[in-house]
T-cell receptor
Framework: GAVVSQHPSRVICKSGTSVKIECRSL??????MFWYRQFPKQSLMLMAT?????????EQGVEKDKFLINHASLTLSTLTVTSAHPEDSSFYIC?????????????FGPGTRLTVL | AQTVTQSQPEMSVQEAETVTLSCTYD???????LFWYKQPPSRQMILVIR??????QNATENRFSVNFQKAAKSFSLKISDSQLGDTAMYFC????????????FGKGTRLHILP
């Protein structure tokens, strides 16, 4: 079964509104969660890295005030797209990594398709 | 800089044939993991196979095997007896061990298995 969930799986919103996407690790503690966006027929682009209890680290070119990331617990990270615009329409994927360095314990969420009208 | 290059944007093969997807990477590190991920139309990222760089033996998972050439920094994926369900986007990727757990992805190869 799924070990990382994302909610919602699809969301359509009006331009100017904010949208929150949740990423949950279901049966392990994720000290680190990564957020990616993916445009059609392209690879995953890392947006930011979040560690539980600390501020997220954003990749170059990603607006931290637009893409708010919170990692309040070891099983939940949220990405909030603030004042969404049509160009923010994309597929957003989270990846959760457990404590330690065992790269077996890392899973991708199923993704969230955001459409901004 | 760490990079991954997949030189085949798109490939098509007949069902039951064998296909090889190429991948080269660049890093100055010596300890890392290499991965092939599959992304079907559902867009869920699925781990196909992984290889620890310190292991010389090529990883295999059922119909999937890799040809890992560390000196050449090459990590190709062979799919034997291809099936319609193998149709997907395939991404080659790696992680530097004991670093920041960031995955470096290639641009992907879109594989079509034809009936």
């Amino acid at each position: 079964g799924a070990v990382v969930s994302q909610h919602p799986s699809r969301v359509i919103c009006k331009s100017g509104t904010s949208v929150k996407i949740e990423c949950r690790s279901l049966d392990f503690q994720a000290t680190t969660m990564f957020w990616y966006r993916q445009f059609p027929k392209q690879s995953l682009m890392l947006m930011a890295t979040s560690n539980e209890g600390s501020k997220a680290t954003y990749e170059q070119g990603v607006e931290k005030d637009k893409f708010l990331i919170n990692h309040a617990s070891l099983t939940l990270s949220t990405l909030t797209v603030t004042s969404a615009h049509p160009e923010d329409s994309s597929f957003y994927i989270c990846r959760a990594v457990s404590m330690g360095r065992d790269t077996d314990t890392q899973y991708f969420g199923p993704g969230t398709r955001l459409t901004v009208l | 800089a760490q990079t991954v290059t997949q030189s085949q944007p798109e490939m098509s093969v007949q069902e039951a044939e064998t296909v090889t997807l190429s991948c080269t990477y660049d890093t100055s590190e010596s300890n890392y993991y290499l991965f092939w991920y599959k992304q079907p139309p559902s867009r869920q990222m699925i781990l196909v196979i992984r290889q620890e760089a310190y292991k010389q033996q090529n990883a295999t998972e059922n119909r999937f095997s890799v040809n890992f050439q560390k000196a050449a920094k090459s990590f190709s994926l062979k799919i034997s007896d291809s099936q319609l369900g193998d149709t997907a986007m395939y991404f080659c990727a790696f992680i530097i061990m004991n670093r920041d757990d960031k995955i470096i992805f290639g641009k992907g190869t879109r594989l079509h298995i034809l009936p």
